[in-house]
């Protein structure tokens, strides 16, 4: 394919110089046909005017027409000497006259020869043949004209071998830019297939797995922009397939720990190690929740992902719901030893058109955030308030606090800070992945930020909506 492809161009490439070549011939035929044409009657008239100044010259010599009319020969004669320069003011003798070459029948049969009343004088033609009549004078006295048909194309034989001489000339010149134009074509059909070869192997290597080949693209045409696409294209390709691969082990690992601590627990409890007692029963019980939850959390992600997570939009208060999660939330912190605080002004509304049971999990998600990683006797501070068509909701916790370089992360899913991964520091790492599927599907934004409380500062931008629509 690539071969046949390299052939089209060298074709294509080949077939447009051959057409530009074509048409420059044709041009120059043309060009040099009318070019040699008008030298050919500018010569003619040139001999013209010598034969006009011969007969001016010789006319009082000969005293009228008559004896041109009666001597065939004198008038060849003259037409012989009109192929002469003479030398200027000296008249040619009749002798002279008589050394000089055959006339051309052609120039001959188109000259118009009339004395002064405008009949012909010898049998050259006729006056409707001449475009122009040059009249003929000795002395201030007209004698006559003497006029000459233009040659409407090349039919002497000289010209004609002098133009078909020129004409080969150019069809070899032709035939020599054809050849170079062919020369030139094949390595630069060579040089667009190399580039396209190139990127070929590699979507090749980029369709069996190898998301980390790489193509040049240092030139600023279509294929360099296609080449930096396709860069582009195998890098988005490379991070997607390691957070698969992210993705699959961090799943693995938060499914294998609770399955690991109920399959121990069940197994003490086979073996009579561990009571069967409502001790037991609690312990597998909080391990199966945590388990539910965990893949609950991770079917929603997947439906998130999907597209196929349900919204029932209506029109509601964010500010009210956000109240009321955080009530039903406040004895949960009281037993952690958080304070909880909500700062907004009292008659703040905000009115989205959103799903209440989708903002509710986000309030929630944010809140159990902050509870969850916050060290007891700390703060959890809760603002709201309106920037132009957003409302701006600002969630704040006290120590500790995020490294600068992770915050960006924070809405990864199963990510967490710490490295051990233990599950006394909260759940899987899917909340606030939820809170940016959340957010995002309300045509907001949430990002994380270091809060002046020493902990985390979480803020979510939500597109507001006129109360009443």
Partial sequence: MLFRLKYKWFATLLLSLCLVIIGM???????????????????????????????????????????????????????????????????????????????????????????????????????????????????????????????????LQHQLVFASEQKRAFFLIALAMAAGAALLALPLAAAMVRRVQSLAQATHQLAAGCYRVRVEAHANDELGQLARDFNALARTLEQNEQARRRWLADISHELRTPLAVLRGEIEALQDGLRPLDAAALASLQGETLRLGRLV?????????????????????????????????????????????????????????????????????????????????????????????????????????????????????????????????????????????????AHGGSIQARPSPLGGVWIEVRLPLQEEGR
């Fill in 296 to 440: 609950d959390d991770l079917y929603q992600l997947s439906l998130s992902d999907l597209g196929a997570l349900t919204y029932r939009w209506q029109t509601l208060d964010a500010v009210a719901l956000l109240v009321q999660v955080g009530e039903e939330m406040r004895g949960a912190f009281t037993r952690a030893g958080l304070e909880l605080c909500f700062e907004w002004p009292p008659d703040l509304t905000a009115w989205l058109r959103t799903d209440g049971d989708r903002l509710q999990q986000l309030f929630s998600n944010l809140l159990a955030n902050s509870l969850a990683y916050t060290d007891g006797g700390g703060r959890v501070r809760v603002a709201a308030h309106r920037d132009g068509a957003e409302l701006v909701i600002d969630v704040q916790d006290s120590a500790p606090g995020v490294p600068q370089e992770s915050l960006p992360r924070l809405f990864e899913r199963l990510y967490r800070v710490e490295t051990s991964r233990s599950r006394e520091w909260g759940g899987a790492g899917l909340g606030l992945s939820i809170c940016r599927s959340i957010v995002e």
């Fill in 25 to 155: 011939f044709a041009l120059m035929q043309w060009s040099f046909d009318r070019g040699f044409l008008r030298y050919v009657n500018r010569l003619e008239q040139q001999r013209l005017e010598q034969l006009a100044t011969l007969l001016e010259q010789h006319y009082p010599l000969l005293g009228d027409w008559q004896m041109l009319q009666t001597n065939p020969t004198l008038w060849r004669q003259l037409l012989r000497a009109s192929l002469v320069e003479p030398e200027s003011g000296e008249l040619l003798p009749m002798a002279a006259l008589r050394r000089h070459g055959p006339p051309e029948d052609l120039f001959a049969r188109r000259l118009v020869l009339l004395d002064a009343k405008g009949r012909p004088v010898v049998p050259a033609g006729h006056r409707s043949c001449a475009e122009e009549l040059r009249p003929l004078q000795v002395d201030g006295h007209l004698i006559g004209y003497l006029g000459l048909a233009c040659q409407r194309k090349v039919a």
